[in-house]
């Protein structure tokens, strides 16, 4: 193919919205279920120490790859009709950014042993080093599925590039049984992820540098909002690295994979699916705000049920998925659900700023929360312990939440008023959810494979309830709940149809 995206047609802005963040969701959750499971496993044939050497080395391997994120692919998704030029200058930009990373980490590796107090860690930075190299060479093609709203395919793609690294994880667990397995899966499946991008599209990149001036103006922004982010997301592992050994790396790690990965995987696909569909809609204020709201709304509903949802039962979840050896993570699961839910609450705006054109304000207001965060998480490593770093992540999240909630408001023209409205049914039913887990947990058998079940359920029964009455109480508004109702009314009435027809 000459050009991989054509100029784009009108689109029903509803429909793909919806269409798009189920796509992700769906998407999202069965890569993140099968990661979930695949930790699971791990977790039973690994140790902690063994999740911990390699989470130090990938924090540093993080930190230095996350400078090649500056935003180029999501430049092509903006520009209107990308030419071929256009797509090969990104594919040889990524090529050589991924070439300076790897340069960079190996550099740097062998003085990573004077902060993490583990002399394994040059060798294992030295090895995932290549994951960016590989990286580089992904076929840029595969962007088209984003830009052209495909998102069954995008679908395909990553859910097909996750099996196949879980497959290799597995398989060197099984055989070796031991930190190597984890270095083989990051490698492996990256290696196996470029090629199948070139098996999934059609698109065949060459060398070109002609259009790189033109990207990298709307990528610096991007570029200082994803270096914040990677500070606020990875800086509690960063401190704990320097304050604990690789048994509380890894404690803390599998921890906040466990607790904050289903609120994550809700809130970044949704976000993924809304960057094209709002970098379209732009310029319609009345849309904008329209969708904004919408969203805000039921990535509330979601983050309440799901992060403290996981709050109430992480003792015997621990128990059940991860086995009496990660006993100590139980206390930290708790902590991070509810940072979980709080950052997925407050974070959905971002994607949703760069879309329409105020990548500096996401910068800045990435950059304010990650400078408060490194503070607060630099004083909780000074004079407490990793238990202390938890929380207070989970605070300095709950503080920014009213500021950066008004400063996408004044974007978005909405007002506090209106997030509150959309806000307060949540949260109330957030509290009835704990007090009939709290019930339930009490009478129930001190069984942790028949106590989780029965907690479960209490759970997400007693907040569906809350919601809808509390829904209806409100006079019934638009929104996540109503949407809920229409399509349980259609799926009781189909039955009927059936019959009388």
Known sequence: MSQPAAAPAPIDVGRSLLRGSAWMVGLRWGMRSLGLLNTFILARLLTPADFGLVTMAMVVVSLVEVLGQSGQMLALIRLPS????????????????????????????????????????????????????????????????????????????????????????????????DWRALVAG??????????????????????????IREVLPFSGWVLATYVAQFATDRADEIVVGGIGSPTAMGLYNVASDTATSPTAEVVVPVARALFPVFARISHD??????????????????????GGGIAL??????????????????????????AGALFGIMQNGVPVLNATGHARLAAYLTASRAVVLLAALALAGRFGDILTVAWARAVVTLLFI????????????????????????????????????????????????????????????????????????????????????????????????????
Request: some cysteine; overall charge positive; glycine content about 8%.
């Open 285 to 306: 204020a009345a849309a904008l705000r329209a969708a904004y709201l919408d969203v805000f709304a039921a990535t509330t509903l979601i983050c309440v049920a799901i």
């Open 402 to 501: 009213p500021g950066i909630l008004l400063a996408l408001g004044r974007v978005m023209h909405a007002t506090p008023a209106d997030m509150l409205a959309r806000a307060w049914r949540p949260l109330a039913a957030g509290l009835v959810m704990a007090a009939a887990v709290g019930l339930v947990h009490q009478a129930a058998p001190p069984v942790p494979l028949l106590r989780l079940p029965l907690d479960a359920a209490s759970g997400a029964v007693a907040y569906t309830a809350a919601i809808l009455l509390l829904w209806r109480a409100a006079g019934a508004p638009a929104g996540l709940e109503a949407a809920m109702v229409s399509r349980l009314r259609r799926t009781r009435a189909r039955p009927a149809r059936g019959e009388t027809g």
């Open 313 to 338: 039962v992480a003792g015997d979840f621990v128990a059940v998925a991860l086995g009496p050896q990660w006993q100590a993570a139980v206390p930290l699961v708790r902590v991070l659900g509810i």
């Open 82 to 177: 990308p030419t071929r030029a256009h797509f090969d200058s990104v594919w040889t930009l990524n090529i050589l950014l991924g070439l300076g990373i790897t340069a960079i980490l190996w550099a740097i590796a062998p003085f990573a042993p004077l902060y993490f107090h583990a002399a394994r860690a040059t060798l294992l930075i030295h090895l995932l080093a290549l994951r960016p190299l590989i990286n580089g060479f992904d076929n840029v093609g595969v962007v088209a599925f984003r830009k052209e709203l495909q998102f069954g395919r995008e679908f395909a793609f990553q859910l097909l590039r996750r099996v196949l690294t879980m497959l290799v994880t597995l398989g060197v667990a099984l055989w070796l049984g």
């Open 186 to 211: 990051i490698l492996g499946g990256q290696a196996l992820g470029t090629v199948l991008s070139y098996v999934m599209h059609p698109y065949r990149p060459r060398l070109c540098l002609t259009h």
